[in-house]
């Protein structure tokens, strides 16, 4: 999984995370398609340790309260975080 994964152990780890989600956001803002969009805001958390927990909710957290009124052709409750 390796290729496809962010490691979060320092402060630059997680804005690297956040930045690509903001991203995935602001792509699936534009994305017409409804299956790519849902595609787009799908986040899969590997490890369910502590760290994992944390970083899930930090991203549900993010779609439910913070991004939601920030985008108008997407719901950001939407948006799945699977851990």
């Known amino acids: ?3 496809f994964t962010f490691k979060v152990k320092t402060l630059p780890d997680a ?14 803002e534009k994305e017409k398609d409804a299956l790519k969009q849902s595609r787009l805001l799908r986040f ?7 760290t994992g927990v944390e970083v899930a909710g930090y991203i549900q957290e993010l779609c439910n309260y913070t991004l939601n009124k920030d985008f108008k052709n997407i719901n950001a409750q939407n948006a799945q975080v699977i851990l």
């Open 44 to 50: 899969i958390v590997c490890g369910a340790g502590p």
């Open 1 to 3: 999984w390796e290729p």
């Open 15 to 28: 804005v690297k995370l956040r930045n690509h989600i903001l991203s995935c956001f602001e792509q699936a």
